[in-house]
Protein backbone atom coordinates (compact mmCIF):
# COMPACT_ATOMS: atom_id res chain seq x y z
CA UNK A 1 0.00 0.00 0.00
CA UNK A 2 1.05 3.57 -0.55
CA UNK A 3 0.28 6.82 1.22
CA UNK A 4 -1.38 6.71 4.16
CA UNK A 5 -3.75 4.75 5.15
CA UNK A 6 -6.39 4.53 7.89
CA UNK A 7 -8.48 1.42 9.66
CA UNK A 8 -11.36 1.13 10.42
CA UNK A 9 -13.06 3.40 7.94
CA UNK A 10 -16.13 3.46 9.92
CA UNK A 11 -16.90 2.81 13.26
CA UNK A 12 -19.98 3.43 15.76
CA UNK A 13 -19.45 2.68 19.36
CA UNK A 14 -21.24 2.85 22.57
CA UNK A 15 -20.21 5.62 25.35
CA UNK A 16 -18.61 2.70 27.51
CA UNK A 17 -16.69 0.73 24.75
CA UNK A 18 -13.48 1.14 24.20
CA UNK A 19 -11.58 1.17 20.56
CA UNK A 20 -8.73 2.08 18.81
CA UNK A 21 -8.18 4.23 15.20
CA UNK A 22 -4.97 3.29 13.18
CA UNK A 23 -3.16 4.89 10.74
CA UNK A 24 -0.21 3.89 9.15
CA UNK A 25 2.08 5.66 6.43
CA UNK A 26 4.39 4.33 3.84
CA UNK A 27 5.94 7.76 2.78
CA UNK A 28 9.29 7.40 5.04
CA UNK A 29 8.03 10.21 7.07
CA UNK A 30 8.75 10.83 10.72
CA UNK A 31 6.16 13.69 11.65
CA UNK A 32 2.57 12.20 12.09
CA UNK A 33 -0.90 14.03 13.41
CA UNK A 34 -4.45 13.25 14.73
CA UNK A 35 -7.08 15.64 13.42
CA UNK A 36 -10.76 16.36 14.44
CA UNK A 37 -13.07 17.56 11.48
CA UNK A 38 -16.54 18.01 12.20
CA UNK A 39 -18.85 19.44 10.15
CA UNK A 40 -18.94 23.24 9.68
CA UNK A 41 -15.97 23.73 11.98
CA UNK A 42 -12.11 23.83 10.61
CA UNK A 43 -9.76 20.97 11.13
CA UNK A 44 -8.98 20.63 14.75
CA UNK A 45 -5.52 19.44 15.62
CA UNK A 46 -5.46 17.07 18.34
CA UNK A 47 -2.11 15.87 18.78
CA UNK A 48 1.63 15.83 16.76
CA UNK A 49 4.27 13.02 17.05
CA UNK A 50 7.68 14.19 16.19
CA UNK A 51 9.85 10.90 15.78
CA UNK A 52 7.92 8.97 18.06
CA UNK A 53 7.76 11.59 20.54
CA UNK A 54 4.31 13.56 21.73
CA UNK A 55 4.86 17.22 20.75
CA UNK A 56 1.42 19.18 20.56
CA UNK A 57 -1.66 17.96 22.92
CA UNK A 58 -4.19 20.11 21.66
CA UNK A 59 -6.06 20.36 25.32
CA UNK A 60 -7.86 17.10 24.38
CA UNK A 61 -9.69 15.24 26.64
CA UNK A 62 -8.24 12.26 28.53
CA UNK A 63 -10.88 9.65 27.11
CA UNK A 64 -8.60 10.00 23.72
CA UNK A 65 -5.39 8.41 24.34
CA UNK A 66 -2.87 8.96 21.26
CA UNK A 67 -0.22 5.90 20.58
CA UNK A 68 2.99 6.34 18.23
CA UNK A 69 4.87 2.87 18.35
CA UNK A 70 7.69 3.80 15.80
CA UNK A 71 7.76 6.67 12.88
CA UNK A 72 5.33 4.82 10.46
CA UNK A 73 2.24 3.91 13.10
CA UNK A 74 0.03 6.18 15.21
CA UNK A 75 -2.88 4.60 17.22
CA UNK A 76 -5.81 6.79 18.36
CA UNK A 77 -7.35 4.73 21.46
CA UNK A 78 -11.04 5.59 22.52
CA UNK A 79 -12.58 5.03 25.71
CA UNK A 80 -16.39 6.38 27.31
CA UNK A 81 -16.10 8.76 24.49
CA UNK A 82 -19.61 11.56 24.12
CA UNK A 83 -21.92 11.98 21.65
CA UNK A 84 -20.60 15.18 20.73
CA UNK A 85 -17.04 13.16 19.81
CA UNK A 86 -18.49 12.44 16.56
CA UNK A 87 -16.57 13.00 13.69
CA UNK A 88 -14.24 12.51 10.97
CA UNK A 89 -10.84 11.69 12.44
CA UNK A 90 -8.21 12.26 10.19
CA UNK A 91 -4.47 11.25 10.37
CA UNK A 92 -1.90 12.81 8.68
CA UNK A 93 2.17 12.81 7.89
CA UNK A 94 4.96 14.69 6.87
CA UNK A 95 8.52 14.98 7.38
CA UNK A 96 9.59 16.74 10.72
CA UNK A 97 9.70 20.64 10.34
CA UNK A 98 7.23 20.54 7.26
CA UNK A 99 3.72 20.52 8.63
CA UNK A 100 3.02 22.81 5.32
CA UNK A 101 3.37 19.13 3.24
CA UNK A 102 0.78 16.70 4.86
CA UNK A 103 -0.47 14.47 3.32
CA UNK A 104 -3.59 12.92 4.94
CA UNK A 105 -5.27 9.48 5.14
CA UNK A 106 -9.07 8.91 4.01
CA UNK A 107 -10.49 9.24 7.94
CA UNK A 108 -12.25 7.13 9.90
CA UNK A 109 -15.52 8.11 10.43
CA UNK A 110 -16.60 8.06 14.01
CA UNK A 111 -20.26 7.90 15.73
CA UNK A 112 -20.92 7.23 19.53
CA UNK A 113 -24.04 6.35 20.16
CA UNK B 1 -6.67 34.72 18.40
CA UNK B 2 -4.95 33.32 15.60
CA UNK B 3 -7.07 32.33 12.92
CA UNK B 4 -7.70 31.41 9.36
CA UNK B 5 -11.27 32.00 8.05
CA UNK B 6 -12.97 31.87 4.34
CA UNK B 7 -15.49 34.27 2.99
CA UNK B 8 -18.14 31.98 1.40
CA UNK B 9 -19.26 28.64 2.78
CA UNK B 10 -19.87 27.67 -0.79
CA UNK B 11 -19.15 28.35 -4.02
CA UNK B 12 -21.46 27.74 -7.38
CA UNK B 13 -19.35 28.40 -10.69
CA UNK B 14 -20.59 26.90 -14.13
CA UNK B 15 -18.24 24.16 -15.57
CA UNK B 16 -16.10 26.03 -18.00
CA UNK B 17 -15.87 29.07 -15.99
CA UNK B 18 -12.67 30.41 -13.38
CA UNK B 19 -13.07 29.53 -9.70
CA UNK B 20 -11.78 32.14 -6.99
CA UNK B 21 -12.10 31.51 -3.40
CA UNK B 22 -11.06 33.55 -0.84
CA UNK B 23 -9.06 33.04 2.92
CA UNK B 24 -8.42 35.59 5.24
CA UNK B 25 -5.79 35.02 7.94
CA UNK B 26 -4.22 36.92 11.05
CA UNK B 27 -0.96 35.86 11.72
CA UNK B 28 1.77 37.83 10.15
CA UNK B 29 4.25 35.69 11.26
CA UNK B 30 3.34 33.06 8.26
CA UNK B 31 6.17 31.92 6.09
CA UNK B 32 3.31 29.45 4.38
CA UNK B 33 0.19 29.27 3.20
CA UNK B 34 -1.47 26.08 1.61
CA UNK B 35 -4.57 25.19 -0.23
CA UNK B 36 -6.20 21.87 0.44
CA UNK B 37 -8.70 20.26 -1.30
CA UNK B 38 -10.77 17.68 0.26
CA UNK B 39 -13.16 15.45 -2.39
CA UNK B 40 -16.04 13.59 -0.51
CA UNK B 41 -15.33 10.77 1.49
CA UNK B 42 -11.47 11.67 1.56
CA UNK B 43 -8.72 13.03 3.18
CA UNK B 44 -7.71 16.52 2.21
CA UNK B 45 -5.01 16.71 -0.48
CA UNK B 46 -2.50 19.09 -1.25
CA UNK B 47 -2.41 21.19 -4.22
CA UNK B 48 -0.35 23.96 -3.98
CA UNK B 49 1.45 26.72 -1.31
CA UNK B 50 2.97 29.66 -1.70
CA UNK B 51 5.76 31.33 0.30
CA UNK B 52 5.27 34.86 1.96
CA UNK B 53 7.79 36.38 -0.01
CA UNK B 54 5.68 35.43 -3.07
CA UNK B 55 2.97 37.55 -4.61
CA UNK B 56 1.58 35.00 -7.01
CA UNK B 57 2.00 31.11 -8.16
CA UNK B 58 1.15 28.98 -10.67
CA UNK B 59 -0.03 25.37 -10.97
CA UNK B 60 -1.59 23.17 -13.36
CA UNK B 61 -4.41 25.38 -13.89
CA UNK B 62 -4.50 26.89 -10.33
CA UNK B 63 -3.72 30.23 -9.04
CA UNK B 64 -2.95 31.22 -5.42
CA UNK B 65 -2.23 35.06 -4.85
CA UNK B 66 -1.03 36.57 -1.67
CA UNK B 67 -1.33 39.85 -0.70
CA UNK B 68 0.20 40.29 2.81
CA UNK B 69 -0.96 44.01 3.14
CA UNK B 70 -4.70 42.76 3.44
CA UNK B 71 -3.51 39.09 4.83
CA UNK B 72 -5.55 38.14 1.72
CA UNK B 73 -5.07 34.36 0.26
CA UNK B 74 -7.13 33.57 -3.05
CA UNK B 75 -7.32 30.39 -5.05
CA UNK B 76 -7.84 30.82 -8.79
CA UNK B 77 -9.27 27.47 -10.67
CA UNK B 78 -9.43 28.00 -14.16
CA UNK B 79 -11.92 26.33 -16.35
CA UNK B 80 -13.56 24.63 -13.94
CA UNK B 81 -14.33 20.98 -14.03
CA UNK B 82 -16.60 18.42 -12.71
CA UNK B 83 -13.72 16.91 -10.71
CA UNK B 84 -12.86 20.25 -8.94
CA UNK B 85 -16.21 19.90 -6.39
CA UNK B 86 -14.65 19.53 -3.15
CA UNK B 87 -14.23 21.53 -0.18
CA UNK B 88 -11.15 23.66 -0.11
CA UNK B 89 -9.21 24.85 2.86
CA UNK B 90 -6.87 27.22 3.64
CA UNK B 91 -4.11 26.70 5.95
CA UNK B 92 -1.13 28.50 7.28
CA UNK B 93 2.10 27.71 9.36
CA UNK B 94 1.71 30.69 11.71
CA UNK B 95 4.46 30.73 14.23
CA UNK B 96 5.22 27.10 13.74
CA UNK B 97 7.04 24.61 10.94
CA UNK B 98 5.12 21.97 13.20
CA UNK B 99 1.67 22.36 12.51
CA UNK B 100 -1.15 24.50 10.56
CA UNK B 101 -3.48 27.26 11.02
CA UNK B 102 -6.84 25.72 9.37
CA UNK B 103 -9.57 28.12 7.85
CA UNK B 104 -13.35 26.65 7.88
CA UNK B 105 -13.39 25.56 4.13
CA UNK B 106 -15.31 26.85 1.39
CA UNK B 107 -17.35 24.09 -0.98
CA UNK B 108 -16.93 24.23 -4.29
CA UNK B 109 -20.09 23.60 -6.22
CA UNK B 110 -19.78 22.97 -10.76
CA UNK B 111 -23.17 23.61 -11.98
CA UNK B 112 -23.37 21.77 -15.37
Known amino acids: ETGVTQTPRHLVMGMTNKKSLKCEQH?????MYWYKQSAKKPLELMFV???????ENNSVPSRFSPECPNSSHLFLHLHTLQPEDSALYLC????????????FGPGTRLTVT | GESVGLHLPTLSVQEGDNSIINCAYSNSASDYFIWYKQESGKGPQFIIDIRSNMDKRQGQRVTVLLNKTVKHLSLQIAATQPGDSAVYFCAENGDSNYQLIWGAGTKLIIKP
Open chain 1, 49 to 55: YNFKEQT
Open chain 1, 27 to 31: LGHNA
Open chain 1, 92 to 103: ASSQAGQANEQY
